[in-house]
């Protein structure tokens, strides 16, 4: 009688731990079932060649806009306190599953100074679109009473100089990998730069405008996009002459005064 009492207890202590581990094991397969966070990369960038002041602040949200009767819904933000100057590089993380098939959803972004709006973007970036990378690249305008920079010309050395236009063709940015871009350093007088694929190096001289081009090396990496371009830019560097600054546009020459490439002043990265 004893034994059979002193049973009991345990067969309910076994129970209960039963139970407790079951309700554990459930938990774990819970938690297991949330979805990771998400997040959307992209650059900001303004055409102005001002620089920021220290304590601006650089905001960039994804939105849902589905709705033109309703407010924007916020999904996920990003701030960045100092940002330095563009471009900036910004990821927004967001919750999968506050995205909705069939609801549009956009990337903006903004500068301000203490409460002041300087910059904003003005066009919707279409983000979260099925079949389509995200990777959106914002230029932002300055807003009515930010300081607007005075008209002036970029040096030929020292810049980063944006690929826009290869002859009468206008370069597209390929996602995810490096934009066309040329910096001539001055006092090295090296040239540095990428084609769009690859990451380029080499020499130059110069003597008034007139320009000439070493032997460029460069890295050998195969892109799934680019490689078009990085071999048309090569060939239109090989024939390169002399070059033209104008305001925050620079070209580069042929033998002829043909335009072989034409560039677009940025800061240096």
Not at 164 to 188: C, D, K, N, Y
């Amino acid at each position: 009688m004893h034994s059979l009492l002193s049973s009991r207890p345990l067969r309910t202590c076994g129970l209960y731990i039963a139970c407790a581990l079951s309700g554990l094991f459930l938990i774990a397969a819970c938690a297991s079932t949330v979805a990771p966070a998400s997040s959307i990369s992209g650059t900001a960038s303004y055409r102005e060649r001002i620089a920021l002041p220290p304590d601006a602040v650089f905001e960039a949200s994804i939105e849902d806009v589905s709705r033109a009767d309703a407010r924007a819904e916020l999904v996920g933000s990003v701030r960045q306190e100092s940002p330095g100057q563009p471009p900036f590089r910004f990821t927004i993380s967001y919750d999968p599953a506050r995205i909705v098939a069939g609801h549009r959803y956009v990337v903006r972004a903004r500068i301000s100074q203490g409460g002041k709006l300087l910059f904003t973007s003005d066009t919707a970036y279409p983000v979260l679109v099925p079949g389509q990378a995200d990777n959106p690249q914002l230029l932002l305008r300055p807003v009515g009473g930010a300081p607007v920079a005075a008209a002036v010309t970029a040096s030929f050395e020292n810049t980063y100089w944006k690929l826009t236009r290869l002859g009468s063709t206008s370069v597209e940015v390929a996602t995810s990998q490096p934009e066309a871009h040329l910096i001539f350093q001055g006092p090295q007088k090296r040239v540095i730069g990428a084609t769009g694929c690859n990451r380029l190096s080499g020499s130059y001289t110069l003597d008034g405008s007139r320009l000439a081009l070493g032997e460029t090396a460069s890295t050998r990496m195969a892109c799934l996009q680019g490689m078009a371009l990085e071999s048309s830019f090569l060939q239109a560097l090989s024939r390169v002459a002399s070059w033209r600054v104008t305001g925050e546009q620079m070209e580069l020459l042929d033998a002829s005064g043909v335009s072989l490439a034409r560039f677009e002043s940025r800061y240096m990265q």
